[in-house]
């Protein structure tokens, strides 16, 4: 096999897991695939470098966290600070009226989890979507596994509040 | 799964304290047909993890535009610290990725990886071999307070360069 | 359609990784302080880091060599990381090297070396391990102009058996 076939065999099929998380903290599908080419440039510019099988993948969304999160700087659209603890769910453009439908309840927790801080956001990604486990998410957000903790707690508990209020109408 | 397992894992789950064992038992229940009144606030947030975790990067130029950037060379030398880093990643993967994929080709698969793992075992711990000793030698003329350091120091930084010849 | 020899053939692939995985779970607990403080920088571009596992280092403990590697191999044996970064960025470099000195100061690093040869200083760092005159990680720090190294190893090491590498000497004075 070329090269370049390798190449699409062994280091493209990551690209969805980056792409997913890159979606999810930009909110479109175009820009998360910009990080995600950027990622894949890096992987190929840093070949050198002899990481262990484990630490390759976390290496990878780490750096895409690290980029989406740049973006998102430079475009001044949200802050890392934490939301005040209620927020208006009336703000929302799906209403608890129509929840029996399924597409518009999934577009209700969506808009749920994109309002969420973005550390909490990225705790329901990595843990609720991607599987992974404490100490890789820890590794991935470098921050310590008590953190991971406390910001997957507070995430499902907006949540589940949330789906309360809007399924007690 | 019992409807106690269940509203037991649920709680668990809520209080951020589940296994990922629970949680991957609790997706699996919520993707049924007959959800009970009980869970019933619950299926919203395990249908839309449902839907998230399928969701890829489906844009066939993606690929083409990637490949386009880093160019067709196939100098042998960049092949070697490619095939070291292609190994790293993606042994892991691939066989994941095999997994789905077993319909076209399995065999080849294989045999790739099979030829993969032993070019890097053979080719590229020798190289990492190199590396390393130059370090250790290194350290050990510092402590030793040895007066070829210098020299030494130019020694590993060539060595690192050499780790990867694409660089020069 | 699976094929039964392969199938045979993913299962011993699949029994490496999880031997691998459990390896590795194993030895995540010593970090080099390149992990632990400079990860940031291995994701710029004119940084090159290079990282060589205790996976590997095993394996090249154990690899036909001649009979003067012996000492290293010895030594390689015994490490579970090798970590180096390096930059040709001036102003990169300026930054790691202070950031560099600054987080061993704070962080119970002792120096145990330091040259000075024309524009090229090089330092050199232990850290203590839990038994007396063992070292847990071992940093050289070099600066020179517009570049910079750092050099990690990590282990149970003795630092007697790191001198005894360059010449046939004891080491009795550094680690008192």
């Not at chain 1, 979507?129 to 404490?134: A, C, L, N, Q």
């Not at chain 1, 820890?138 to 949330?162: C, G, H, P, T, Y």
């Not at chain 2, 993606?62 to 610290?81: A, S």
């Not at chain 3, 330091?114 to 005159?133: V, W």
Request: aromatic content about 8%; hydrophobic content about 40%.
């Amino acid at each position: 096999m070329s090269l370049i076939a390798d190449f699409q065999t062994r280091v493209l099929p990551v690209k969805h897991k980056l792409y997913r998380f890159a979606f999810r903290l930009l909110g479109n599908g175009p820009e998360a695939e910009d990080v995600v080419q950027e990622v894949m440039i890096k992987i190929w510019n840093k070949r050198q470098e002899m990481h262990t099988y484990l630490n390759m993948e976390a290496w990878c969304m780490r750096l895409t966290k690290n980029l989406s999160l740049d973006r998102l700087r430079a475009q001044k659209r949200r802050k890392m600070d934490s939301l005040p603890e209620k927020f208006d769910i009336a703000a929302t453009t799906a209403s608890p009226e129509r929840l029996t439908e399924t597409r518009d309840t999934l577009k209700w927790v969506h808009e749920i989890i994109e309002l969420l801080p973005d550390k909490q956001k990225i705790a329901i990604q990595l843990r609720d979507i991607e599987g992974y486990s404490y100490k890789e998410i820890a590794e991935i957000m470098e921050i310590n596994i008590n953190q991971v903790k406390v910001n997957l707690f507070r995430a499902r508990k907006r949540v589940k509040e949330s789906l309360l209020q809007a399924t007690s109408y | 799964m019992t409807h106690k397992e269940i509203h037991s894992y649920l709680e668990a789950f809520w209080r951020g304290e589940s296994t990922l064992e629970q949680e991957a038992a609790l997706k699996s229940y919520f993707e049924e047909q007959d959800i009970p009144a009980a869970f019933k606030q619950d299926q919203p947030y395990f249908e839309y993890l449902l839907k998230e975790q399928a969701r890829k990067l489906n844009n066939p130029a993606f690929d083409q535009k990637l490949i386009k950037h880093i160019g067709g060379g196939t100098k042998r030398l960049m092949w070697t610290n490619f095939v070291k880093m292609a190994a790293g990643l993606s042994l892991l993967i691939a066989v994941g990725w095999w997994y789905q994929h077993s319909d076209t080709h399995p065999e080849a698969a294989i045999t790739e990886l099979q030829h993969l793992r032993q070019h890097t075992v053979d080719a590229d711990s020798q190289a990492a071999y190199e590396l390393a000793r130059e370090a250790l030698l290194m350290l050990s003329k510092g402590i030793s307070q040895d007066s070829t350091q210098l020299q030494q120091l130019e020694h590993l930084k060539q060595e690192i360069k050499d780790f990867d010849p694409a660089k020069h | 359609m699976i094929l039964p020899s392969i199938n045979n053939m993913a299962q011993q692939i699949c029994s490496y990784i999880i031997l691998f995985i459990c390896f590795s779970n194993l030895s995540f607990g010593q970090q080099d302080m390149i992990h632990e403080y400079f990860n940031h920088y291995t994701q710029e571009d004119g940084v090159s880091h290079i990282y060589l596992g205790k996976d590997l280092l095993q394996l090249m403990s154990r690899m036909k060599q001649a009979e003067a590697e012996e000492e290293f191999q010895k030594l390689m044996e015994q490490l579970t990381s090798l970590s180096i970064l390096s930059s040709d960025s001036s102003q990169l470099s300026d930054q790691i090297y202070r950031e560099a000195v600054s987080m061993m100061n704070h962080h119970n690093y002792q120096l145990i070396q330091q040259y000075l040869e024309g524009d090229i200083k090089i330092s050199y760092y232990r850290l203590p391990g839990s038994k007396a005159r063992k070292t847990k990680e071992l940093v050289m720090l070099s600066k020179g102009q517009n570049n910079c190294l750092v050099l990690s190893i990590t282990g149970n090491i003795k630092l007697e058996d790191i001198g005894r590498l360059a010449r046939g000497m004891y080491l009795k004075k550094i680690v008192g």
